[in-house]
């Protein structure tokens, strides 16, 4: 129960992260996000979305395993 969810949270990441990648392109130099910043962005904040699935995801089912509900 608590694999799938994880899992889908983490599908849902790629899915979401995958057309941004497509767009980055290697300027050269010494940072990869130079001229990259809205792909940096968008990873940014596809990351937080993920953060939070998976925090709300471990609190529940710590929650449903004290009130013995696993």
């Given at each position: 129960?608590?694999?799938n ?41 596809a ?6 699935s998976?925090?709300q ?7 449903d ?6």
């Amino acid at each position: 129960m608590q694999q799938n969810a994880v899992g889908l949270a983490f599908n849902q990441f790629i899915a979401t992260v995958s057309p941004h990648l497509r767009k980055w392109t290697d300027r050269g130099g010494d940072s990869v996000w130079v001229r990259n910043s809205s792909v940096e962005k968008a990873i940014d904040k596809a990351l937080l979305v993920l953060q939070t699935s998976l925090q709300q995801n471990i609190t529940e089912f710590q929650a449903d395993v004290w009130k013995g509900l696993i």
